[in-house]
């Protein structure tokens, strides 16, 4: 080996020599064919994942309008009262009621305790 | 170009007729490469077959018919590169551990000093696959696009879509590692 120049040359000629010995290969006879199953084979897998993608856009889609159907339905509420909450209360428990209100009796012959 | 542009553009279109003319006349350059690349012969048609494939389902995005070829280089170095990194048994030796006898086979081609038989070329290629060891699966590539496959820096430009002189730095400093390592056999050669 001289220098860095002459093994420079060397691998040169060693990569051509190499492109020499590897020439292009012919084809064998099942290559177009394969190639094709292989294409259309890749056409189902995309078409079969197109459908799939659809039906689930779809059945989203009925999903949402199926929600959408069932909070926008009007529904039987129960009647709300327009009072308020003090309003009420005081409803329930008026000062009108005879146990709150009634006379308070007091007998006068019981003895004390 | 091995076909005319407008057998690109019928293809492009879906042309299946066109598109099986464009692999006619492009495949057996495909096997080279593809089989110069992946240095496993059990495997070119596959790795090829997947070039094409690929061609098939990209061919509308290609924006000119001009740009056809480096289009298919670039599908060709991706579909080697992904095989080569699924199938990590490239050899990883290097030239200074191949036999004397090989050592002397790769000394002699590269002085071009010998008639090759079969089993002589056999020898020579193992011997330039175990030298491109010395470098990385995607440096190999691009060693052999531009020393193997005579393909020029522009053209690398195109397929890489890298910058020419960033390409130069990384063909350079694969080539020293090459050269090192032949040198380095060489030397053992001599010694031993």
Redesign the interface.
Known sequence: MQGSGSSDEELDSLLRAYREESPDPEPGAGFMPGLWRRIESRQRAVLSFDRMVRGFVTAAAALAIAIGAYVALPRTAPPVSGESYLEALAEANTLDTPENVGPVRLDLNEPSR | MLVEFELIRRAQQGDSEAF?KV??AY???V???V??LIAR?ED??DV??EV??RL??SLDQLRAPEVFEPWLYRLTVNAAYDYLRKHRRRPEYRMSDLTEQQVMM??A????RVE?DASQ?RK??E??DS?LGAVSEADRILLLMK??E?LSLRELEKIYRVKENALKVRLFRA?QR??KA??AA??KR?NG
């Open positions: 099986n692999v006619l495949r057996k350059r096997l080279g490469t089989g110069r012969t070119v048609e090829a077959q094409f494939l098939y389902f790769a000394d081609a590269a002085g071009g090759r070329q020579v290629r011997a330039v030298l020393e193997v005579g080539r090459v050269l032949f040198e060489e030397q001599q």
